[in-house]
């Protein structure tokens, strides 16, 4: 597995343009974690084609057996349980 390109950016920098950010995204296929002074918050810049791949990850886990056990669980748990304050 090849590795990944990470680069961290400030969103208050500059000399940073989102052109910029684009084309390492999509040079690399890596990501983008943008930053900005006094926050800590953080998000991420993605390619759409690896944002595609997450999406088609997460509908092939979420449709296993043991996804949809364990949602029915969760269902009949919350068809019994009161609501707190009820």
């Not at 052109?19 to 390619?47: M, P, Q, W, Y």
Request: glycine share 6%.
């Amino acid at each position: 597995m090849s590795s990944r390109h990470f680069e961290s950016y400030d969103a208050g920098d500059a000399g940073v343009s989102l052109a910029k950010l684009h084309d390492e995204v999509v040079r690399f296929k890596g990501r983008i974690e943008i930053t900005r002074n006094g926050s800590d918050e953080r998000c991420v810049l993605i390619s759409k084609s690896e944002l595609d791949s997450i999406e088609a990850a997460l509908a092939i886990l979420s449709d296993t057996d043991g996804v949809k056990a364990m949602s029915a669980q969760i269902a009949q748990l919350a068809a019994v349980v009161e609501p707190v304050g009820a």
